[in-house]
């Protein structure tokens, strides 16, 4: 794991692939119930006779970890990362939501009650720190 851009563009000048991939792992997440999530959507884009259109569809769903966030855990799966082939084989799959997903309804319930809760979290700086 590369610490800096240095690095970053070094590594990137000795790899010997056409295509290197680089990203930033965000170590301070939004988090639902101190675990990592991801956000599903889906749309449609459609061209009939030059005529381009997107369809969007307006309920998608969140799928959760199984395991609390922790950066002192960057080897479990099951904290980092969320897709359905990692998660189903956690035991604690299901545990919190059925399928380890989330409603769009049921997350804006939980962004409701963090937010009349977050003056709990303010830190001496007045930002909200969800990690207490």
Same mark, same amino acid.
């Given at each position: 794991?590369? @610490? ?13 692939? %056409? !295509?290197?991939?680089? @990203? ?6 939004? +988090?639902?119930?101190?675990? &990592? ?22 309920? $998608? ?9 922790? +950066?002192? !855990?960057?080897? #479990?799966?099951?904290?980092?990362? !969320?897709? %359905?082939?990692?998660? @189903? =084989?956690?035991? %604690? ?15 804006? &319930?939980?962004?409701?009650? =963090?937010?009349?809760?977050?003056? @709990?979290?303010?830190?001496? #700086? $007045?930002?909200? #720190?969800?990690?207490?």
């Amino acid at each position: 794991m590369a @610490q800096g851009l240095k690095e970053v563009e070094a590594r990137v000048k000795e790899a010997s692939a %056409d !295509t290197v991939i680089v @990203q930033k792992y965000i170590e301070k997440p939004l +988090l639902v119930y101190k675990r &990592k999530f991801d956000i599903r959507v889906f749309g449609l884009m459609t061209c009939v006779e030059g005529v381009l259109r997107g369809y969007f569809y307006e309920e $998608g769903y969140l799928r959760t970890s199984s395991k609390e966030f922790s +950066l002192k !855990t960057l080897g #479990n799966r099951y904290v980092h990362l !969320t897709n %359905d082939a990692i998660q @189903q =084989t956690a035991s %604690d799959f299901g545990k919190f939501e059925s399928g380890n997903k989330l409603s769009f309804s049921d997350f804006e &319930k939980y962004l409701k009650v =963090t937010e009349d809760l977050k003056d @709990q979290y303010k830190n001496e #700086n $007045g930002r909200v #720190n969800f990690y207490k």
